[in-house]
């Protein structure tokens, strides 16, 4: 797969779509998007990107991966937005099981927000890190997590923070546990071998729809 079928795919099954209903709905056929998903070399024109673009709720850039070292939200808020609080259910199901999220914690210089891979086990966050790092400095701290997504097509948007006390996870089974549960290595890469559980002693969320 190139970039753009990557992200078509990811994209698609993020939102719970099938290739078929995807292709239905922009009006293309199912062979053709499994061309597009599948074959690197696919570029396909301007027209069907825009009408993808719109079936799977985001822009073109994003697709073809333009903007990619843009932060998120570079669009103008929509019209009549609003802002609701999450209950603890919703905030907890928006965490999932894995993902990257963002740690923050105290320095000697101050806070420092530093992202990192985590997984949701047993209802707390788990992440792995190595000693001598920003994230290796959590144990035994107060900590918050926090995850979002944002919508740039929609100008929409949800948030979920976590607080609580982070602690290192020293016992060899639980361990072992823990990396059969990680949906991946640390996309940092290197030996990454510290790992770290945050309590959540409070959860809260916020969405913007509009």
Do not use: Q
């Not at 099954?13 to 062979?31: H, N, Q, W, Y």
């Not at 009408?51 to 799977?56: C, F, K, Q, S």
């Not at 290192?168 to 990396?179: A, N």
Request: charged letters at 25%; hydrophobic letters at 35%; a neutral charge.
């Amino acid at each position: 797969m190139g970039d753009l079928g990557r992200r078509l795919a990811a994209r698609r099954k993020e939102l719970g779509l099938t290739r078929e209903e995807t292709a239905e709905r922009a009006g293309i056929a199912p062979g053709y998007l499994r061309y597009v998903e599948e074959h690197p070399e696919a570029a396909p024109g301007t027209s069907a990107l825009l009408r993808l673009a719109n079936v799977l709720r985001t822009t073109v850039p994003h697709l073809t991966g333009g903007g990619l070292g843009a932060p998120p939200g570079p669009g103008l808020a929509g019209r009549d937005p609003r802002f609701t609080e999450l209950d603890p259910a919703e905030c907890r199901a928006l965490l999932g099981g894995h993902g990257v999220g963002r740690l923050g914690v105290g320095t000697a210089s101050g806070p420092v927000i530093v992202p990192v891979n985590y997984t949701v086990a047993d209802g707390e966050i788990v992440f792995r890190t190595v000693t001598g790092t920003t994230p290796s400095l959590a144990p035994g701290c107060r900590v918050a997590f926090e995850v979002d997504r944002i919508d740039d097509a929609f100008s929409e948007g949800w948030s979920v923070l976590v607080c609580g006390p982070a602690s290192t996870v020293t016992e060899p089974e639980e361990v072992g546990r823990l990396m059969e549960l990680a949906h991946s290595t640390p996309w940092a890469g290197g030996g990454r071998d510290l790992w770290v559980r945050i309590e959540p002693r409070s959860v809260t969320g916020r969405r913007i729809t509009v």
